[in-house]
Every structure is written in C-alpha cells, then in structure tokens.
C-alpha cells in the first residue's frame, strides 16, 4: 500500500521559532511537493522537488525553504514561523511521467504559529 | 491569474440526485484533467481522469471535457449522503513541469437524505 507519511499531525510554534515538516513516501517517486491548504483559498503549492537536491519555488514560496538529500524524504522549513503561516501544510509525491496527475497525499500537518 | 476556477459552492442535493460540478481553466494547452475528492479533515485523493473531449465514465461518477470551452465537469448520479465532500478540479498545463497540477479552489458538495 503506498504511502506518504508526514511527521507531525498537530504542531503548535511561536513567532520566530524555526519549524522542520518531514515528509516520507515509500514508493519510489521521483516528484514531491509541498502544499498549503486554507479556507477559500485552496491548495497552493510552495515548493516542488522532481529529484534529490532539485527544488523549484512554486506560488507561495516567500517564508519558507525545502531540503531533498534522499529520494524518499522532503523537508518543508520555516526559518522564522509567523502567525499568517498558520495553516494545514500537506505534502504529495507522484511518479515523474507525464499525464498520471495521481498525486498522493499525506494526512497534513496542521501548524499554528502563536 | 487564476489558473483553474471552479463554482464555489456550496453545493446542496438531495439523496438520489444528480449533482454537477463545474471547473473552467486558463490555458488552451492544457492537456490533462482531474477531479480529487477531499472529506472533511482528510487528504485529497483522486477519483477521476480525463485526457480528450468527452465523456468518461466510473461507476456513478462522469467526467466530461470540453477543451474548446475550456470546460471540465463533474456528475456524480444517485448521489449518496457519502459522497459529501469537497470536489478539487487539477489540471496539468502545457509546459509545466512534469507532475505539477494547479487546483481550483474547490466546490463543498453536501447530500442530504
């Protein structure tokens, strides 16, 4: 069965903190990302990463950084946690070739910045 | 600019009916089209894919592409109170990198019994 797994479920921060979201999958797949989810706002993506140590700024990357050093984990950072970066984080893989759109998701973190 | 728009909803039907969900998108060369499921508290996960014009059918679910209109859809029939959820519409442009999707906010459909 695959499988995306995200670290921490629940996280609570202060303003200022640095903030590490761990993402694993264990099937192999080439491409992951890293999303945002809020009310009325939808998903929207802040980092992609299609190999190790490859990452592309999506539309929201301001805040934030990404680490790949293994193909099968990907790491979201927030240097200095602010309080409008209070959201549901999600992260998804998905196999590299075109056309598939089958991403798989995470159950999200959800982090609030105090 | 908007990428992928979809109506905002929400979305109200009976148990048994058939509810529609729309999604209209930017670029003409878009070539590949998705409809996620997303419940309440949960991840999204997918649940249909079209690739030409047409129509395609899973079950109770119907995906219909009109890529002239620019026009993505979703019906789903004998609606039951377990397809509540939050319906996303993706789609993979033209030139994007590979994988990448851009999601329309989404539309909250309820069933009520």
């Known amino acids: 069965d695959v499988k995306v797994t995200q670290s921490s479920r629940y996280l609570v921060k202060r303003t200022g903190e640095k903030v590490f979201l761990e993402c694993v999958q264990d099937m192999d797949h080439e491409n992951m990302f890293w999303y945002r989810q809020d009310p009325g706002l939808g998903l929207r993506l802040i980092y992609f990463?299609?190999?190790?140590?490859?990452?592309e700024k999506g539309d929201i990357p301001e805040g934030y950084s990404v680490s790949r050093e293994k193909k099968e984990r990907f790491s979201l950072i927030l240097e200095s946690a602010s309080t409008n970066q209070t959201s549901m984080y999600l992260c998804a893989s998905s196999l590299i070739v075109a056309n598939t759109g089958e991403l798989f998701f995470g159950e999200g973190s959800r982090l609030t910045v105090l | 600019q908007k990428e992928v728009e979809q109506n905002s909803g929400p979305l109200s039907v009976p148990e048994g009916a058939i509810a529609s969900l729309n999604c209209t998108y930017s670029d003409r060369g878009s070539q590949s089209f998705f409809w996620y499921r997303q419940y309440s508290g949960k991840s999204p996960e997918l649940i249909m894919s079209i690739y030409s014009n047409g129509d395609k059918e899973d079950g109770r679910f119907t995906a219909q592409l009109n890529k002239a209109s620019q026009y993505v859809s979703l019906l789903i029939r004998d609606s039951q109170p377990s397809d509540s959820a939050t319906y996303l519409c993706a789609v993979n442009n033209r030139g994007s990198t590979l994988g990448r999707l851009y999601f329309g906010r989404g539309t909250q459909l309820t069933v009520w019994p």
């Open positions: 990463s299609y190999d190790v140590k490859m990452k």
